[in-house]
């Protein structure tokens, strides 16, 4: 007879951290592969250089740590992170500071919370918000889309930039690099441009950047996926994009001139990335239902304030990692309804 | 506290409620469904546990060597809320001793040993009650009780304590509990199919004993021959306000809780009882042995159990004997197809593990289940919580699992009573969704038994601290009137100085008073060691003396 006794339930159990993990992967390839298509081989090299560091730090903190490492491993979401943060840097980053900030993002901000489900901010943007404010000129070089550059980037071109600094021959950086359509935006509407002459650049696409919008659909594809696969619930997602969307109508109602539409802020940046694969991640965010409307509204509300009156063009970094904080606070405070009592406890 | 209906559920005409949470198992009843009822063998030996029941433990009321027969009573209930156990087959009691029960614990407990003589002869059986509708009430609650009945859906709570709530808690609703949501267990399923007739006197004698103005018989809709059975025999009785509800099956439907909600969309308040709100909840199992024991004057001596699981041969129900050993049963059912994983008592998601299969079955045992490696849980070791959330989605009581089990596990039993762990049922629904394999429930329950053993002990603490406050006040007012008696002897003696003719009185007085006290103490040494053992507070049989002695002194001294 079976001698390990342990209390009900004693039932197969369906779900496994893993296998969401994975499917969290399989969700991100569309967009990545888009990401390839418009900014080259670089996003590529990008995730796999991301995904070995990540890997490696964490199988070394944790032998560190005194514990097996390939449970810890398997579980995939270093992996996670490191994608995560790849899509998130720009296609032509130093390997260095590629290295630096996933260690950060691994070492720091996660393991020495005490590894998955302990860290109380979300590993890829701290890793991110980390080189952002140490390396802001690399970090905010990104690339045009390949379909409208004057010099698209072979793969050696791009292992060039990415390994030895150098640009591709005959061309000097600021040939191949640009600033994202949000800094570009950000920039002609401080030069008091209106929006309608702004637009006019090769630069835009039909709501946002080219490619740039292209890039979030997919995302939004990927998040769907995960939607149907029940492994994010909606919530999240459609409280960042419409707290986003919402404070972007107003303001973009009261001139649309000087404000880009709600579109435009769907469409650019990481706003989907965000809304359905940052935002979403379970151990930062709130668990309760309420909170996580709170939580996902006020992202998308922060981000809107972020991008047009801080300091940075893109927001999300900041505002997943400001709402981290307050994740804890906001699940105190939406607690549900228990079954029989009559209103909420506390 | 009535909340949003959500469910307008096809099956029936009725408007039913959800209840939040629950979860779609495989239900894996077609294994064990499809057999005949079969009656299991009569063993050798019938082990009969003192405790089957929520309670006060059974007296045994027979000896070793004693010849009984089946239905006679062996062991009279200790208290109100306490059951007799009968014979459930004729023999010699062979031993009264602690013998290994299926108990979670998997200690052993005292149990009554019967060894049988194959004859399985009556005792004669108590009169029927048929006319039971012009009977006192309290005499049909007193057969219920006799014949010791309790519930038989798992919690065997005695059926005659809940089927009498008292006159200030009067009875609107009879629900029959025929929801059986345990994955694999299908003996209510078959006793439905079987004795819907039996189910259906159970409900008119327990309506009437209630006075309850209608009776839902709530049947998860993956049990469509129960559901036709039930209908048919209430459509041959007169039965009225009766009526049988299917409801969508989705775990764990059958919590009494949530059965009240999802019929008459009302939440028992927390920590309080269904009467409160005008509902009686019976098992469908124990309404059919409550028909027997008053129509037929049968005591409960047996009930079907399901046998199943991939492990088990022939997985089937049967008709058991109480007392009967485990290993008899799954011989009966063609042994074990391979090495179980899991001996279980109950279903999967309440059940709990058998270390042996040499334990008896008794009134609370509706399921012996041999899982198969394949239908366990993993056996790795669990994850860390990645706070996903699915059991809080899926928690039935609408608690915060995950919340719970991080206070838990940091054994902050304060926190964790603060996330309302006692509104836990225990369902087992949160630890089977969670992606990282933590046994919640578990950790639940270690909370629940930390919080109870901290509170006695806190209670304890308490009475103690006041004993010992009571006892320093007592001690210092003694002192204070010791001093003051003092004080006022010293002043009547500044207040005669020199009067030398009344000295020797006074002296008199001293030494009659000092040969009174020496009295007093010979007694209380004559007295026996008991009263000087006594713990007197004021320190025994000497204080006493010398504090009497003194008083008196002073009255001397006064009269002068």
């Known amino acids: 007879?079976?001698?390990?006794?342990?209390?009900?339930?004693?039932?197969?159990?369906?779900?496994?951290?893993?296998?969401?993990?994975?499917?969290?992967?399989?969700?991100?390839?569309?967009?990545?592969?888009?990401?390839?298509?418009?900014?080259?081989w670089g996003v590529l090299i990008n995730v796999l250089l991301a995904i070995l560091v990540a890997v490696t730090a964490e199988a070394a903190v944790v032998k560190l740590r005194a514990r097996a490492a390939l449970p810890v491993i398997r579980d995939l979401s270093a992996v996670v992170t490191a994608v995560l943060f790849a899509v998130a840097i720009p296609p032509t980053l130093p390997w260095w500071l590629t290295v630096i900030g996933v260690l950060f993002a691994i070492v720091i901000v996660k393991q020495l919370y005490g590894g998955l489900g302990y860290n109380p901010f979300n590993p890829a943007m701290a890793g991110y918000v980390f080189l952002l404010i140490s390396y802001p000129v690399a970090m905010t070089s990104w690339l045009p889309p390949q379909v409208i550059a004057e010099h698209p980037l072979t793969f050696i071109d791009s292992l060039r930039m990415i390994f030895l600094g150098a640009p591709p021959p005959g061309l000097a950086w600021d040939a191949v690099t640009m600033a994202t359509p949000l800094d570009a935006m950000r920039t002609a509407l401080e030069e008091n441009q209106a929006i309608d002459a702004i637009r006019q650049s090769p630069l835009w696409g039909d709501y946002g950047g080219r490619g740039w919008e292209w890039v979030g659909i997919w995302f939004l594809v990927g998040g769907l996926f995960l939607l149907a696969r029940r492994v994010i619930t909606w919530q999240i997602p459609v409280s960042v994009l419409a707290g986003l969307a919402a404070i972007a109508a107003a303001y973009w109602l009261l001139d649309p001139q000087t404000h880009p539409s709600p579109l435009f802020h769907l469409l650019s940046g990481g706003t989907l990335l965000c809304a359905f694969f940052i935002a979403t991640d379970p151990v930062t965010a709130p668990t309760t239902r309420r909170g996580q409307l709170v939580f996902g509204a006020t992202i998308g509300v922060l981000v809107y304030v972020i991008r047009s009156w801080g300091g940075y063009p893109d927001a999300i970094a900041f505002a997943v990692l400001l709402m981290n904080i307050a994740a804890p606070s906001i699940e105190q405070l939406t607690q549900p309804r228990v079954f029989g009592h009559q209103r909420i406890s506390r | 506290m009535r909340t949003a209906p959500f469910l307008f559920y096809q099956g029936t005409q009725r408007r039913l409620w959800r209840f939040h949470g629950g979860i779609h198992v495989p239900d894996e009843k077609a294994l064990s469904n499809q057999r005949p009822v079969e009656a299991a063998p009569l063993p050798r030996e019938l082990v009969l546990p003192l405790q089957q029941h929520i309670g006060g433990m059974a007296r045994p009321c027979v000896q070793v060597g004693d010849r009984v027969l089946a239905g006679q009573r062996i062991a009279e209930p200790s208290g109100y809320i306490s059951a007799p156990i009968h014979a459930s087959s004729s023999g010699t009691v062979v031993a009264i001793e602690v013998r290994p029960v299926p108990h979670p614990s998997g200690l052993a407990a005292p149990c009554i040993v019967i060894e049988t003589d194959g004859e399985d002869a009556w005792v004669e059986r108590l009169p029927p009650l048929?006319?039971?509708?012009?009977?006192?009430?309290?005499?049909?609650?007193?057969?219920?009780?006799?014949?010791?009945?309790?519930?038989?859906?798992?919690?065997?709570?005695?059926?005659?304590?809940?089927?009498?709530?008292?006159?200030?808690?009067?009875?609107?609703?009879?629900?029959?509990?025929?929801?059986?949501?345990?994955?694999?267990?299908?003996?209510?399923?078959?006793?439905?199919?079987?004795?819907?007739?039996?189910?259906?006197?159970?409900?008119?004698?327990?309506?009437?004993?209630?006075g309850a103005e209608q009776c839902l018989i709530g049947v998860e809709d993956n049990k469509p021959e129960a559901i036709a059975a039930l209908r048919q025999a209430l459509a041959d009785s007169d039965l009225a306000a009766t009526e049988v509800v299917p409801i969508p099956t989705l775990y764990p439907s059958g919590g009494e809780r949530q059965l009240i909600k999802i019929l008459t969309g009302e939440e028992v308040p927390s920590g309080?009882?269904?009467?409160?709100?005008?509902?009686?909840?019976?098992?469908?199992?124990?309404?059919?042995?409550?028909?027997?024991?008053?129509?037929?004057?049968?005591?409960?001596?047996?009930?079907?159990?399901?046998?199943?699981?991939?492990?088990?041969?022939?997985?089937?129900?049967?008709?058991?004997?109480?007392?009967?050993?485990?290993?008899?049963?799954?011989?009966?059912?063609?042994?074990?197809?391979?090495?179980?994983?899991?001996?279980?008592?109950?279903?999967?998601?309440?059940?709990?593990?058998?270390?042996?299969?040499?334990?008896?079955?008794?009134?609370?045992?509706?399921?012996?289940?041999?899982?198969?490696?394949?239908?366990?849980?993993?056996?790795?070791?669990?994850?860390?919580?990645?706070?996903?959330?699915?059991?809080?989605?899926?928690?039935?009581?609408?608690?915060?699992?995950?919340?719970?089990?991080?206070?838990?596990?940091?054994?902050?039993?304060?926190?964790?009573?603060?996330?309302?762990?006692?509104?836990?049922?225990?369902?087992?629904?949160?630890?089977?969704?969670?992606?990282?394999?933590?046994?919640?429930?578990?950790?639940?329950?270690?909370?629940?038994?930390?919080?109870?053993?901290?509170?006695?002990?806190?209670?304890?603490?308490?009475?103690?601290?006041?004993?010992?406050?009571?006892?320093?006040?007592?001690?210092?007012?003694?002192?204070?009137?010791?001093?003051?008696?003092?004080?006022?002897?010293?002043?009547?003696?500044?207040?005669?100085?020199?009067?030398?003719?009344?000295?020797?009185?006074?002296?008199?007085?001293?030494?009659?008073?000092?040969?009174?006290?020496?009295?007093?103490?010979?007694?209380?040494?004559?007295?026996?060691?008991?009263?000087?053992?006594?713990?007197?507070?004021?320190?025994?049989?000497?204080?006493?003396?010398?504090?009497?002695?003194?008083?008196?002194?002073?009255?001397?001294?006064a009269q002068d």
Not at chain 2, 160 to 169: A, E, F, I, R, T
Not at chain 2, 287 to 304: C, K, M
């Open chain 2, 130 to 210: 048929i006319d039971y509708r012009h009977s006192d009430p309290a005499v049909v609650l007193e057969r219920i009780r006799a014949c010791g009945i309790v519930g038989l859906g798992g919690a065997s709570f005695p059926t005659g304590v809940k089927l009498n709530p008292g006159p200030d808690q009067p009875i609107t609703t009879l629900i029959i509990n025929a929801v059986e949501c345990e994955p694999y267990i299908t003996c209510d399923d078959l006793l439905m199919r079987t004795r819907a007739d039996t189910v259906i006197e159970g409900v008119r004698i327990i309506q009437h004993l209630l």
């Open chain 1, 1 to 40: 007879m079976p001698g390990t006794v342990i209390s009900s339930p004693h039932s197969a159990r369906p779900n496994r951290v893993d296998r969401i993990m994975l499917q969290v992967l399989v969700a991100l390839l569309p967009g990545i592969g888009a990401m390839v298509w418009y900014f080259g």
């Open chain 2, 272 to 557: 309080g009882i269904p009467a409160q709100i005008g509902v009686v909840c019976q098992n469908v199992s124990t309404t059919a042995a409550v028909a027997e024991a008053v129509l037929a004057g049968r005591p409960l001596v047996s009930r079907l159990i399901t046998v199943t699981g991939r492990a088990v041969g022939e997985p089937r129900n049967l008709e058991v004997r109480l007392g009967t050993p485990a290993h008899t049963l799954i011989e009966h059912c063609g042994g074990y197809a391979e090495e179980p994983a899991k001996l279980l008592c109950g279903g999967p998601m309440m059940g709990f593990a058998l270390e042996s299969d040499r334990v008896p079955m008794t009134k609370a045992a509706n399921c012996l289940l041999a899982l198969a490696p394949a239908e366990v849980s993993d056996p790795a070791p669990p994850l860390a919580c990645i706070r996903c959330g699915r059991c809080a989605e899926v928690c039935p009581a609408n608690l915060l699992p995950q919340q719970m089990y991080w206070h838990a596990r940091a054994k902050d039993l304060d926190k964790v009573q603060d996330y309302n762990l006692f509104d836990c049922i225990e369902c087992g629904c949160c630890a089977h969704v969670c992606p990282s394999h933590i046994p919640l429930v578990q950790y639940y329950r270690f909370a629940k038994t930390a919080s109870w053993t901290r509170d006695k002990e806190k209670h304890e603490a308490e009475r103690a601290r006041a004993r010992y406050a009571a006892r320093q006040a007592r001690h210092e007012r003694q002192e204070a009137e010791r001093k003051a008696k003092l004080r006022q002897k010293a002043e009547a003696v500044a207040d005669k100085p020199g009067d030398a003719g009344q000295g020797a009185d006074k002296q008199a007085a001293i030494a009659a008073a000092r040969e009174r006290a020496a009295a007093k103490k010979a007694r209380a040494a004559a007295s026996g060691d008991g009263s000087a053992q006594r713990r007197e507070p004021d320190g025994g049989p000497n204080a006493d003396a010398s504090q009497s002695a003194a008083p008196r002194v002073a009255e001397t001294l």
